[in-house]
């Protein structure tokens, strides 16, 4: 028998046996005593988590074999219910969470690290236990409203203008695209592939992959060189935009790195706003890394002139101690985000705005968003900017020492100065082993492999570096000086 149209003669169908074993249809429906014990659990692991991290190795990993070996398996029919919670969480904890590098450790020094408050871990629990959907103001005005105020406190600590608005995202990438998304409809009126954007040969990937999505070719991303300090060198920039000119192209924006990822290097933000302004173009400063510096006196003064950008990435999970995830974009007119992704279909009418409300998915590309506000937020309310502020400097402090260590060191060799907590170097190359790149390789490879550190690699003017990356507020001297110790110890002597 064939199913007709629903309304229109329809044969309902019979309802379909329930399988053996199968969970009742109020399954889900847990008593309050059994979600607190539940719920008290999971805080339990967590704040055990936290207290003995230290004692932790920093990294640990497994390969797709043995990860497949622990927990590949048919997803059960019957699950093992509120009494087998205690043991599937463990589980998770042994068998999954394990398996993981503890970014938030005190000697991750790695990549950029993350060493989120206890107040964004909870932010987080409330966001995920009400469930907030924050694509509009219909839905989420009280979570809107803080996130317009996050965003404000950001723009005063930047100096940005009343009229600068933004959203936060999932982290930088995401900012960056819709950055170029923003730069490019408002130079160009859309795609054109004559448009030619600018960025230093440090740019973080993020932004080539953006280019990408965007569909500009290969050839439309034109990196710039840096100078001795890894910092694009303006004449350079100007000479490829009046070359650019020239022959037809359209110069249309400039990415400017306010902290490089593989050296904390802050582009000159001040000179390249005079070459954009007399240009036209948009300038976008990527402060996913560095940004937050802006907090402290001296970071403030690092990052003279990244009032003047157009738009600027910011990344609360870096060095704002948020949990994952956590981007910002911030631009100076709040209008244009609208312009480039406002889109009203028909099902959206009833959350149409009339007044200043502020419907976030209009600035940006995500319809289904969360608030990532909440949790900041908190953490700025149960802490003060000051404790912040505090642990930034203290980071920038524990990079300025490891410099001062690596200098006074006959084994160790400085290959980039301390900017925005990160360090650059190397073992120097010994008569047993004259490869200092293949050196340097095997004590990271050990430093990791051993639990002493994690910590991750780049290339200085073409050698294999070391890279401290300090963004921890839990990370010590004394973290540094075991990391140190290990590095000048870890190679054979003569």
């Not at 993020?206 to 439309?220: H, T």
């Not at 802050?266 to 510096?293: E, K, S, T």
């Not at 060191?409 to 100065?417: F, T, V």
Request: hydrophobic fraction near 45%; charged fraction near 25%.
């Amino acid at each position: 028998m064939t199913q007709g149209t629903p309304g229109a003669g329809a044969v309902t169908p019979e309802t379909p046996p329930a399988s053996p074993g199968a969970a009742p249809a109020d399954a889900f429906d847990l008593d309050p005593a059994t979600m607190r014990r539940m719920g008290y659990a999971v805080v339990d692991l967590l704040v055990q988590r936290w207290a003995t991290l230290g004692e932790q190795p920093p990294w640990r990993s497994a390969s797709r074999a043995q990860m497949e070996a622990r927990l590949r398996e048919p997803v059960p029919e019957a699950g093992v219910g509120a009494g087998g919670f205690d043991a599937l969480l463990r589980r998770t904890a042994d068998e999954v969470l394990e398996y993981a590098g503890r970014i938030d450790h005190p000697r991750f020094v790695a990549f950029i690290p993350s060493s989120p408050t206890w107040g964004a871990v909870l932010g987080d629990m409330l966001t995920a236990g009400y469930n907030v959907f924050q694509g509009t103001w219909l839905e989420s005005a009280g979570p809107s409203e803080i996130e317009l105020l996050v965003i404000d406190w950001f723009k005063g600590w930047l100096g940005y203008p009343g009229e600068a608005g933004g959203l936060l995202l999932s982290g930088g990438s995401a900012a960056n695209l819709t950055a170029l998304v923003v730069a490019r409809d408002s130079r160009l009126r859309g795609p054109d592939p004559a448009g030619v954007l600018y960025a230093s040969d440090q740019v973080h990937s993020s932004v080539e992959r953006a280019a990408r999505i965007l569909g500009f070719d290969p050839g439309q991303l034109r990196l710039v060189p840096c100078d001795d300090a890894f910092r694009l060198d303006p004449a350079a920039l100007e000479a490829a935009i009046r070359e650019d000119a020239a022959a037809g192209r359209r110069p249309f924006c400039v990415v400017a790195n306010a902290g490089a990822t593989s050296t904390g290097a802050i582009d000159p933000l001040p000179a390249m706003a005079d070459i954009c302004r007399r240009h036209g173009l948009w300038l976008h400063a990527d402060g996913a890394y560095g940004g937050f510096a802006a907090l402290t006196g001296r970071g403030k003064r690092w990052l003279a002139g990244i009032e003047s950008a157009d738009s600027i990435t910011l990344d609360p999970h870096k060095w704002l101690f948020q949990t994952y995830e956590a981007g910002c974009l911030l631009v100076r007119d709040a209008r244009v985000l609208a312009r480039s992704f406002h889109v009203m279909p028909d099902y959206l009418r009833d959350t149409a705005i009339l007044g200043s409300e502020v419907n976030f998915a209009d600035r940006g590309f995500e319809l289904t968003r969360t608030t990532r506000a909440l949790k900041i937020w908190l953490s700025l309310q149960l802490f003060g900017a000051g404790a912040f502020r505090h642990a930034i400097d203290g980071a920038l402090d524990l990079a300025a020492d490891a410099q001062r260590r690596i200098e006074a060191s006959s084994k160790l060799e400085l290959l980039s100065p301390a900017a925005l907590g990160i360090v650059c170097f190397r073992r120097r190359p010994r008569a047993l082993d004259p490869d200092a790149d293949a050196l340097n390789e095997r004590i990271l490879q050990r430093l990791n492999h051993d639990g002493i550190a994690m910590m991750s690699s780049t290339r200085i003017r073409g050698c294999y570096a070391l890279r401290l990356c300090i963004m921890n507020w839990r990370t010590t001297a004394d973290d540094v000086a075991r990391i140190l110790d290990a590095v000048e110890s870890d190679a054979p002597e003569e």
